[in-house]
């Protein structure tokens, strides 16, 4: 082999290794500018699990913060439907108030795991001499930015308005992760998307709740659990393969979704401390798939909350 031959030879290689080395470096980089996309996506599809507008409508037949709570994880109410760790049961929202003086608020939140909580929602009511404007707003991290439900009404038109602006103490939830009352006991079977999204369409049907991009209430009292996005960054510290595939348009619907089920994801009985529920699994985790609501089969019949 002459020298000339061993000088092409080499350059022929590093040309090949080059070219190696660049398509990894693309496919690296797409993945990284996928996966967050994927992410934001699989999130909102929570969202479609607790409608904003029946919430608000919701709060208008409380007569107390306690009893807005006791609604809102009312089986015959049906308004929840929200299923965070994805194991098929409709998950406790925990309701805490804030605020002071004519700003007050709800804070509507739902601990997916032992100690760790994501914020669904706020309910922030101003009041204006003898009325009231309450606004609900969306978690961005579920619902994404500019979510809002508002609404106005006279002090007397709602017994929960009339409730918060009394002197009393401030209401927390004293129910948590594996600490319910009876009346929810280990939650039930989530609803399909679609027949859910029905439901709650035929609900608030004429109402007086709008919706709107922008905040109609100026310089809101911060919520204290707006930073609680336990289901964001679960998600993103340790993303599924269907969340990764699910931003590629160019992947199959065959990989974006598990092949297998598995009963890990079940979240334990109230006397049970596992926080196995909170991890993505085989069977969905936080890798669901947005392609169709009723993919979301909400015939399960696995252990309670």
């Known amino acids: 082999m002459n020298f000339l031959t061993k000088i092409g030879i080499g350059i022929f290689a590093t040309v090949v290794a080059f070219s190696m080395i660049s398509q990894c470096s693309r496919k690296e980089t797409a993945q990284a500018y996928q996966e967050p996309r994927s992410t934001e996506l699989i999130l909102k599809e929570y969202s479609k ?35 965070l760790n994805d194991d098929g049961k409709v998950d406790y929202i925990k309701v805490t108030e ?54 106005s ?33 280990g939650g039930w079977n989530r609803q399909d998307t679609d027949s859910y999204t029905g439901s709650m369409k035929s609900r608030t049907a004429g ?48 990989s974006s979704r598990p092949t297998t089920s598995s009963s890990s994801s079940s979240r334990p009985a109230p006397s049970s401390s596992s926080s196995s529920a909170s991890r993505p699994t085989s069977s969905g985790g936080f890798g669901r798939s947005s392609s169709s609501g009723s993919s979301r089969s909400g015939s399960s019949s696995r252990g309670g909350k």
């Open 49 to 83: 699990g607790l409608d904003l507008k029946a919430v608000t409508e919701l709060a208008k037949k409380a007569k107390d913060a306690p009893d807005f709570e006791r609604l809102l994880n009312s089986r015959a109410e049906a308004v929840n439907n929200i299923d």
């Open 98 to 151: 804030y605020g002071s003086g004519d700003k007050r608020g709800f804070s509507l939140t739902d601990e997916i795991s032992p100690g760790k909580v994501q914020e669904i929602a706020t309910i922030d009511i101003q009041k204006e001499g003898e009325k009231a404007t309450v606004q609900t707003t969306g978690n961005p991290s579920l619902y994404g930015p500019g979510s809002y439900q508002h609404s």
């Open 207 to 254: 109402s007086s709740v709008t919706t709107s991009s922008r905040s109609v209430i100026s310089n809101p009292v911060a919520s204290p659990n707006a930073d609680k996005i336990a289901a964001k960054a679960k998600a993103i510290s340790n993303p599924t393969q269907s969340q990764r595939s699910f931003g590629n348009p160019s992947s199959s619907s065959s």
């Open 153 to 185: 009404f006279g002090l007397t038109d709602a017994l929960l308005v009339g409730w918060l602006f009394s002197n009393r103490p401030s209401y927390s939830s004293p129910y948590g992760y594996g600490n319910y009352p009876p009346s929810y006991g």
